[in-house]
């Protein structure tokens, strides 16, 4: 029987967002490998993507092919990315439960406890260590969904020029 994660992230809903999630990151890399100190950003919806980068609306549809493409190869490490926002979450909320833990816990003395402060910097950075590896196995099991199914790309559209120029690729399943 499913577990109750495995029924809500099958809502095709929440597995469409996960598919664009997935794309968005193999489409990054793709033109990561490509384009040296370029730098991205994405965001899904369960209809589309977007990517915010000093790049073309060519580069963006050339890399979105090949990163499905690649996916439908079984390349689904693609599907996770090391600059995830999942992996800031992860992060944060470890060191802010660790920080937690040693000010939040302690007997009150009436006023801050500044002799803790290392310790809570320490328990801080921690969580933060150890949130990283975490985001990631969060985005390959929960945020992101490496298996594309038939999604499909139905087109790259460039949405705003200028100093950032934004780009979206509306998908289709």
């Known amino acids: 029987m499913p577990s109750v994660l495995d029924r809500v992230l099958s809502v095709p809903l929440i597995n469409r967002v996960r598919r664009n999630h997935a794309l968005e990151h193999a489409t990054i890399h793709v033109l990561s490998g490509r384009l040296r100190n370029v730098s991205l950003v994405g965001r899904s919806t369960a209809n589309c993507f977007y990517l915010y980068g000093n790049i073309t609306v060519e580069q963006v549809s050339e890399a979105v092919d ?22 800031l979450v ?10 937690f833990s040693v000010l939040g816990l302690a007997p009150r003395r009436g006023r801050f406890d500044f002799d803790r402060l290392p310790l809570a910097i320490g328990a801080i950075m921690l969580g933060v260590i150890l949130g990283q590896p975490l985001g990631m196995r969060l985005q390959a099991s929960v945020t992101t969904n ?28």
């Open 66 to 87: 090949e990163a499905l493409a690649r996916l439908r190869n079984g390349e689904r490490e693609l599907a996770v990315h090391p600059g995830c926002g999942t992996n």
């Open 146 to 173: 490496g298996d594309p199914g038939d999604l499909r790309v139905r087109g790259v559209t460039q949405i705003a020029e200028g100093r950032v120029p934004a780009f979206r690729v509306d998908t289709a399943s």
């Open 90 to 99: 992860a992060s944060s909320s470890l060191g802010g439960l660790a920080a």
